[in-house]
Structures are given as structure tokens and as C-alpha cells.
């Protein structure tokens, strides 16, 4: 096989358990052999995905950093290190790593491809303003759902062209969904229902709802018991809230953990109730596992979750209908087993990792084509 003729480095703000950050490893596996990569990161202590990148063939370099300031501070070193690594192209997260990243392309001379995962109308106005301030040192932007290309097209103004390429995860093999063993590490008996979710303990998810409608469906299955995967600066406000709600003896709070896909075996009925997504890949990963989802209809969830088909959607903050979707599931074995398997069906037909991958090694070609949004910026390497 001929080696790679193409080195893209990605660079992000952390390699913590996020959406974005596990994108990368998977991506990874799926280049390998095709495209080198390397992997650029700021924040020390978000280091978990780094052994798996490695493995999956990934230089990974850590510029360290402790703040906004610091992270933008560092994009000198960034542009020394991808001369020195003699890299192609730079494809940036986040709008504080996408930021650095158009000021190390312009030292470096490399060109820039942005991924945007998530609305601009929901970053902070500053955030938001360097974002946009930056715009158009960058040959593309990747939007990871058409509503996430929507708010790009109603905020930034730069002529840069938008490609929308959704979020795709490496599909499981198919598997039991009853899940006896991972109920009995965890404590649950192999007949209750339950109702579970994966998410960061931030306010975008609004667990604080989530709780809420866990109360409901509580009242009317008395044997229904709640997981939570996941941790997060609000954990010990929303583990106080079930205390509160009386859900204290029926929950469980299991934690940041490193592969998710047993638990999701435990789970009946995946509940989320986010304010608002891009395109959520614990979402994608729950629906790959054969489970039925009741979601919110916010960001690029209507895009991957037709209601009553894949599974059931409603507006958000409807607790009452959530709650109620949930219940009647949780009454109607066939139903949960036939959306579980359209759901399965969905991620398999749209939302794979190797078109992903495939969709974004496109751009990545087109844009060192030269060309292609602002001024042709072709790469041209220092020492």
C-alpha cells in the first residue's frame, strides 16, 4: 500500500469524552493507511483520549495551556510545530481552537478547514465574535447538521463555503439489547424498566428536566429506575434534585466511563431533553445499539430522528410529553423492540463513520485545490 499523501493535523481545545473529541479517534481508525493524521490539544488535564489515539496511529502533541488567553497565546508554537511536522492542512473544533488554528495557518502559511458542532446564536458574544472575526482565514467549514449550516448562514458573512457532513460513529456489532449482565453490575433487577441517557452534566442538556420527567414516568411505572452516564460541573446540583424529587433509591448516577456501550445495553428507553445540539453522537450511539429514543426537537436531532419512525420527538421542554412517550414505550415491548431496530437501521444507512470520513477527506483534497472561499492560500512551508 502507498503511504499517505496527505497530513492533516486536528486541533482542539481538549481530548476529554465529548462529542467532538471521540470523533477523532474513530475518524483515525477509518483514515489509517489513507491519511496521516496528528492530533493538537491544549488543556492538560483533558487527556483521556490520547492512548487511543496513539494506538490508532496519531502523533498527538499537547500545547499547554490553562485559559481562552493561553490557548491563543500558543498559536506561534502551534504554526512552528506544523512546519516542523511538514503538515498539509489544519482542520480545527470549537471556535477557541478554530480561532488559534487561523492565526498558526496564517504564520504557518497552511491552510484551515473549521468544524462548527454546535449553533452560533448558543456560544457566549465574545466567543462568538472571535469566531467571526477569524471567519474568513479559512478555506471551509464543515457544519455537522443543516440546522447547525442555517445559523452559520444567519451569523457569519464571509463567503467561505459551508459543507454540511454529519457526525458518523463506528457501528456495533449487533447485539442482545436485554442486557442481563451489565444490569446485574449494576444492581438492577433484569425486570425492571429503565430509562437511561449519556450526557455532560452541563445546562445545554438540561438534566434538570430530564429529572422532572423521570418523576412522571415514576408515577406511572412504580418499578421504572433511571441511569445517567456521565459527569459534569453540575452533577452534585442535579444528584441533590433527585434527592429532592424522591428518585434518590430509583437512580443511578454511573459516572464518566470509558466505553459506554455495555450500560447502553441495561437501558429500555433513551431519554434526552437538550435545549439544543449540533448533532449529539451519544444520541447516534444509543440508536446504533437497537435502543428506542425519545429526543427533544432541537439542532440536527429531526435530522437523524423522524417522529413515530426512528423513534419519538417532541418540542423541548414538553416534560409531559416526554414523560409520556417514555411510559407508553415502556408499556409496549413491540413497539420499543420495531423503533429500536429502525433506529439501528438509520445510524447503519446514514451515519457510519466511513462516510464521514470519506465526505471529509473530500474537502480536505478540494481545499488545498486552492480556490476555494477568500483569497487562495496555498500552502507553503517555513522551516
Not at 181 to 207: H, Y
Request: aromatic share 4%; glycine share 12%; charged share 25%.
Amino acid at each position: 500500500m502507498a503511504a499517505p499523501d496527505l497530513h492533516v493535523c486536528h486541533l482542539i481545545k481538549g481530548l476529554g469524552r465529548g462529542g467532538a473529541e471521540r470523533l477523532l479517534p474513530q475518524l483515525a481508525r477509518a483514515w489509517r493507511g489513507r491519511l496521516r493524521l496528528s492530533v493538537g490539544y491544549f488543556l492538560p488535564w483533558k487527556n483521556a483520549l490520547v492512548g487511543e489515539l496513539e494506538e490508532a496511529g496519531c502523533t498527538v502533541r499537547c500545547f499547554r495551556a490553562r485559559s481562552a488567553a493561553g490557548i491563543l497565546a500558543q498559536a506561534p508554537a502551534v504554526a512552528r510545530w506544523l512546519r516542523r511536522e511538514q503538515v498539509d492542512l489544519v482542520h480545527a473544533h470549537l471556535p477557541l481552537a478554530g480561532v488559534t488554528a487561523r492565526l498558526a495557518g496564517k504564520l504557518a502559511r497552511i491552510p484551515v478547514v473549521y468544524t462548527e458542532h454546535n449553533l452560533q446564536e448558543r456560544y457566549h458574544p465574545l466567543t462568538r465574535r472571535a469566531n467571526l472575526a477569524t471567519w474568513r482565514w479559512q478555506r471551509a467549514v464543515v457544519a455537522v447538521s443543516a440546522g447547525v449550516a442555517d445559523s452559520i448562514a444567519r451569523r457569519a458573512r464571509g463567503g467561505v463555503p459551508v459543507h454540511v457532513v454529519r457526525n458518523g460513529i463506528e457501528i456495533p456489532p449487533e447485539g442482545d439489547a436485554g442486557g442481563r449482565s451489565p444490569r446485574e453490575r449494576l444492581g438492577i433487577a433484569a425486570t425492571a424498566p429503565v430509562v437511561g441517557t449519556v450526557a455532560v452534566f452541563r445546562r445545554q442538556k438540561r438534566l434538570d428536566l430530564w429529572l422532572e420527567a423521570a418523576r412522571r414516568i415514576a408515577e406511572r411505572e412504580p418499578e421504572a429506575r433511571f441511569l445517567i452516564v456521565g459527569d459534569g460541573p453540575l452533577r452534585a446540583e442535579i444528584e441533590a434534585q433527585a434527592g429532592r424529587l424522591g428518585l434518590a433509591q430509583r437512580i443511578l448516577f454511573a459516572g464518566l466511563l470509558d466505553d459506554v456501550g455495555p450500560l447502553l445495553a441495561a437501558i429500555d428507553v433513551y431519554l434526552m431533553t437538550s435545549e439544543f445540539e449540533g448533532l449529539p453522537l451519544a444520541l447516534l450511539e444509543a440508536m446504533a445499539a437497537g435502543l428506542p429514543v425519545v429526543v427533544t426537537a432541537v439542532g440536527g436531532i429531526p435530522e437523524a430522528v423522524t417522529d413515530g419512525e426512528t423513534g419519538v420527538v417532541r418540542r423541548f421542554g414538553d416534560v409531559e410529553g416526554l414523560a409520556g412517550a417514555v411510559a407508553d414505550l415502556l408499556a409496549d415491548p413491540e413497539r420499543r423492540a420495531a423503533l429500536g431496530a429502525a433506529a439501528r437501521r438509520r445510524v447503519a444507512e446514514s451515519f457510519g463513520i466511513d462516510r464521514m470520513a470519506a465526505e471529509l477527506e473530500a474537502i480536505y483534497r478540494q481545499a488545498l485545490g486552492g480556490g476555494v472561499g477568500g483569497e487562495d492560500r496555498s500552502p507553503e512551508r517555513g522551516g
